[in-house]
């Protein structure tokens, strides 16, 4: 049967980015660094600890740093962080600290959202996030993964065509046939390029309260969904 | 506060391996050659077909096969058994006969049995099976994993130490504080030598009602369980 131009194709896998997609690592990153009640500005170490991770995973991917996981990564950037807010943290909290990562909560609707995709698409993660991590998080944040898949699979940072086409491989699946879901334009564009099928999710609290995120649609995306209920209920799930 | 020589140590993550200790081959195997109705001998395919895969991995193990998933090793092992008893099946049989490892079904204590133990512990595969299968089965047969690792993520299969450290690796724990749970002494022997703790489950029934399997204790093994849930409640779960 010839495919109809105006019905969307229907993918087999749903690869979804994690941080700020699936879960809200602004608010639970900002409560932890609160509750240590040291004085530091949680809204600003939240935004400037997030905001080390694409510096830290470029020099990953250039080669400047040999693969490196994002514990790893995330511990060299909180060590900065601090270091520039003049706080000296013993080294129990920073290792108790820096795992807030695996234990980020979930976007209210990620649980659910999930477990209705679930059961019409096989979804796995394809996150820079280590697989521990991401497993921790799963648990935590009662996410109904198929499979984790990780930049740690690949020994690749997103955005690294091998990442994409990695996902299509381990499902034994053209990449026509997996779709990536993310809330940034920039993850769907790469995975677009490698042939992937691409849906937006609309986040505008990804970067908390007073750093609005653009929700516009994706033009060029099969799907715009304003969260994970939304793209189930398109998905005829 | 020192370690009681008589109280077994507590291990943080418990790798299972699948086929055969978590899942029962056999007999699924087995009703989906009756099914065909090819005049086929099931017990004797669904025999042939596990026999071959010690032998097929052993191909890739030695170097003579470059890297090559179960699923084609399945596939080759299953155009071999099906030459040799001359039964002619088409191309599209032969592909959904092969996914059969993927819809395997789990032994009666696999499911309740895991969710039991992952309420204390990271509960995850060590399988040479190949991850998209191990996700499909865990979706089939309802088994519960915080996390599916394979021979896939390191590239080796069991019994190279690569396997067993690669699941510390991962976890960011010491081998010691990963036990191994199998069905196969050589599998916990291979464990063991990495360092790791092991559990040694009986599963007398595995090779079929024919052919009785070695259910002695393993003497040098932390624990040995009749079945998983056994080993839940030794572990205080």
Redesign the interface.
Known sequence: MEHDQNMPRRPQVLAFDVFGTVVDWYSTVRREVEALGRGLDADAVASAWRAGYPVAMERVRSGELGWTRI?DLHRMILDDVLEKADCALDEATRVELNRVWHRLDPWPDSPGGLARL?RGF?I?TLSNG???L???M??HASLPW????SA??FRHYKPDPQTYLGVAD???VDPAQVMMVAAHKNDLASARACGLMTAFIRRPAEFGPNRPNDTSDDPVADFNADDIHQLATMLGC
Not at 146 to 149: A, E, G
């Open positions: 514990d679930r096989h796995c280590n697989l521990s991401l497993a921790e799963a648990k198929d499979l984790i898949l740690e699979n381990v499902f034994d």
